[in-house]
């Protein structure tokens, strides 16, 4: 299947800073997801992004569609205690139809 | 608007056993998918349903079959349960085609095999 490579896999951060964190696939994608899991949860859809260069925002959260369509990045400014949790990217390659592929995840800590 | 629920939420199974997960959504979608969760190794998808009446494997469909029993339902079999089966799994639901092909997801079953 499709390899997502998801980096960094952790992140312990203080509040109030930045956090960057991007997702790179072995092929192109025609769709980028970027989804948040609390524990015990499902995941939430946070982000999504349909065409290269594309620069989507949800409040504090930013996210990109690289221009080479085989990466992603989202941004969180200005962290809060409750963005802690597990990001996930996922993309969807243009020649699988309705598949998905999902990357490994960033756990996030804010310390307070 | 529930969105996806699925049910169990948590299930206890003996090697062997058998049992269905259930899935339903509520959002007219086309599409419905089933994944299990493992720590470390992401989301990987079992088996996915395009469109009602249709099914097809995904990454990880051994020792695992799926009905999509109409537009709504899509359901989860473990024939005969193993300890390799021990995982999270979740349901999700899109959009086929057009511009919405974003996926929904359910809250999740956690499975434990003994």
């Known amino acids: 299947g499709q390899q997502l490579n998801q980096s960094p896999q952790s992140m312990f951060i203080q509040e109030g800073e930045d956090v960057s964190m991007n997702c790179t696939s072995s092929s192109i994608f025609n769709t980028w997801l970027w989804y948040k899991q609390d524990p015990g949860e499902g995941p939430v859809l946070l982000i999504a992004l349909y065409k290269a260069g594309e620069l989507t925002s949800n409040g504090r959260l930013t996210a990109q569609f690289g221009i080479t369509r085989k990466d992603s990045f989202l941004n969180i400014s200005a962290s809060i205690p409750s963005d802690v949790g597990i990001y996930f990217c996922a993309g969807r390659p243009s020649n699988t139809g309705n598949q998905f592929y999902f990357g490994t995840g960033t756990s996030l800590t804010v310390i307070p | 608007n529930a969105g996806v629920t699925q049910t169990p939420k948590f299930q206890v199974l003996k090697t062997g056993q058998s049992m269905t997960l259930q899935c339903a959504q509520d959002m007219n979608h086309n599409s419905m998918y089933w994944y299990r969760q493992d720590p470390g190794m992401g989301l990987r998808l079992i088996y996915y349903s395009a469109s009602e009446g249709t099914t097809d494997k995904g990454e990880v469909p051994n020792g695992y079959n799926v009905s999509r029993l109409n537009k709504r339902e899509f359901s989860l079999r473990l024939e005969s349960a193993a300890p390799s089966q021990t995982s999270v799994y979740f349901c999700?639901?899109?959009?086929?085609?057009?511009?919405?092909?974003?996926?929904?997801f359910g809250p999740g079953t956690r499975l434990t095999v003994t």
């Open positions: 999700a639901s899109s959009e086929y085609g057009g511009r919405v092909r974003e996926q929904y």
